[in-house]
């Protein structure tokens, strides 16, 4: 693969990482570990980061922290989706089992 050249150096520029790589990966992460509102974000900006740096022809790098950020934001989003079904799920039986107690 060829960089493009640095101005008056000899030697090539490496790419430059998509600005929404790093950021798709913090998301996936967070949406993992702390917050799961923040997984479908991360789902969001690492697919968009991933299209942009396919299309960019080797100008833009990245593509590994993009590609975990959405792969975390995917699996960050499932997670989200079980823990409100089982909550909610968890209210409906409780709230069934209050009252046949007051019956």
């Known amino acids: ?3 493009p050249q640095q101005p008056g150096g000899d030697q090539p520029m490496p790419p ?5 790589a790093t950021t798709s ?9 702390i917050c799961g509102i923040c997984a479908p974000f991360a789902w969001k900006f690492g697919k968009q980061a991933v299209t942009e740096i396919d299309a960019s022809g080797g100008r833009m790098g990245g593509r590994g922290q993009a590609q975990a950020g959405y ?5 960050g989003t499932i997670l989200l989706i079980l823990a409100i ?12 089992a209050a009252m046949d107690a007051n019956a």
């Open 1 to 3: 693969m060829s960089y």
């Open 16 to 20: 430059q990482d998509h600005p929404r």
């Open 25 to 33: 990966l913090v998301l996936g992460i967070l949406g993992i570990v």
């Open 71 to 75: 792969i975390l934001g995917i699996i």
């Open 85 to 96: 079904i089982f909550f909610v799920v968890l209210g409906i039986t409780g709230s069934l």
